[in-house]
């Protein structure tokens, strides 16, 4: 029969993974009913045979033979003389089937059955694969990079499925080229008219955690409990981790004997510094565990307020702010408390001044420069060593020179 354009449509989907032969069969059937509604004004007396396999189908009409002149309607009656043309033997009141070749529907209703036909098929797998991956959200998922774009990189995995990673959602230092195989999360999944898109994530705090759960067996077991995971992607991170087994010293589990185990989720993530502390409900202590490296002196909680001093000898000031205030900032994150730092042997009567309060004489990336190391006031800069400003900043020792030299004059003068 002439269904060429049929097979040709049998072809493109019958392999198709996301779509089961029952439903093939059922969206066929469907698609040829609507053609058939449209050129006979119904489709209720036709049978329709269809084998997705061989990429071959049979329409059957069936009509009852009436008396010449007395077809009211061509679509389900059919003359005696017509009928008997078909088979000589038939009489007023019988049943005849015959067979509507597809050629009969017309050239251009051929042409609309199959882009009907193709819009449904994929319609059916937008939504099978808008189901498949709502159901992956938060998992980590990887996939080839297709192609590279100044906003995105493009993904392809397994199956031919594309995902997008947004240049917000890379890490900072990310570099990808064709051909690489990337980790993320997938985070969203997005209907953009009927077609999916497929959000993935590398800043997630999210991918992380997961992350912990692939290369530590403990945490993938459940008997390492990530409490939670703030992050700074590409810069710095910090997990709080717990067991209910006392047997077991999670931080320890998590990093591995010289870091073996977390150097591996260091390098996927581009080096991001990561920090693991014990998770406590002692609020007190679980801001001093979040501190570190720097050693906390005491901590003044108010709970109302949700914030806390934390007070530090001079020299652990910078170790708490961190490099640009992450560390600080993460610490505020982690553990759900606004942090004040308070240098010990600073007396309230003794003044100090913030550094941006000297942006007229100072330049802004000198101040930041000082911003970076944690030392934000002026009294925190001239409480430093010059040749260790020297060395913990990009400024030249002239240009620190020049900067206490305008501190002093404004606190001594």
């Known amino acids: 029969m002439e269904n060429i354009a049929l097979i040709e449509s049998f072809s493109e989907f019958k392999d198709d993974k996301l779509i ?128 590279v774009r100044p906003k995105a990189v493009i993904l392809m995995d397994d199956e031919g499925n594309e995902i997008v990673l947004p240049k917000e959602k890379q890490i900072p230092n990310d570099y990808f080229k064709k051909g690489d195989n990337v980790r993320g999360v997938i985070e969203n999944v997005e209907l953009k008219g009927n077609k999916p898109q497929i959000i993935m994530s590398r800043t997630a705090p999210e991918f992380l955690e997961k992350l912990f759960e692939q290369e530590i067996p403990e945490v993938f077991d459940g008997l390492i409990t ?117 240098r010990e042997g600073i007396t309230e009567e003794e003044d100090d001044v913030e550094l941006r309060e000297f942006s007229d004489e100072i330049e802004a990336w000198v101040i930041e420069e000082f911003e970076k190391i944690g030392l934000d006031t002026a009294r925190s800069v001239l409480n430093q060593d010059v040749a260790d400003l020297v060395r913990r900043t990009d400024l030249e020792e002239e240009t620190i020179l020049e900067v206490i030299n305008i501190l002093k004059e404004e606190l001594e003068g």
């Open 226 to 342: 990530i409490k939670k995971v703030v992050r700074i992607p590409g810069e710095k991170a910090k997990v709080a981790v717990d067991s209910y087994d006392d047997r077991i010293d999670p931080v320890g589990a998590c990093v591995g004997m010289k870091g073996s185990r977390i150097h591996g989720i260091v390098r996927e993530l581009g080096n991001e510094n990561i920090d693991v502390i014990n998770y406590t409900t002692n609020a007190q202590l679980y801001i001093t565990r979040a501190l570190s490296p720097a050693k906390v002196s005491s901590v003044k909680i108010n709970e109302e307020a949700k914030t806390a001093e934390v007070f530090l000898k001079i020299e652990e000031v910078s170790k708490a702010i961190g490099r640009g205030g992450n560390n600080i900032k993460l610490a505020s994150l982690l553990t759900g408390y606004e942090i004040d730092v308070i």
């Open 20 to 147: 089961d032969r029952v439903t093939l069969m059922a969206i066929l059937e469907d698609v040829f009913r609507n053609a058939l509604k449209k050129k006979y004004g119904s489709d209720d007396n036709f049978d329709i045979i269809i084998n997705p396999d061989k990429g071959d189908m049979e329409i059957w009409r069936n009509r009852v033979v009436v008396e010449d002149g007395e077809v009211e309607d061509p679509n389900s009656e059919i003359s005696l003389s017509e009928a008997r043309r078909i088979e000589p033997d038939f009489e007023v009141g019988e049943d005849v089937s015959e067979e509507v070749k597809l050629i009969q529907l017309g050239r251009r209703a051929i042409l609309a059955l199959r882009q009907n036909l193709i819009s449904k098929i994929h319609e059916h797998d937008n939504t099978n694969l808008y189901k498949q991956f709502k159901d992956l959200i938060g998992d980590i998922y990887t996939a080839e990079v297709h192609h």
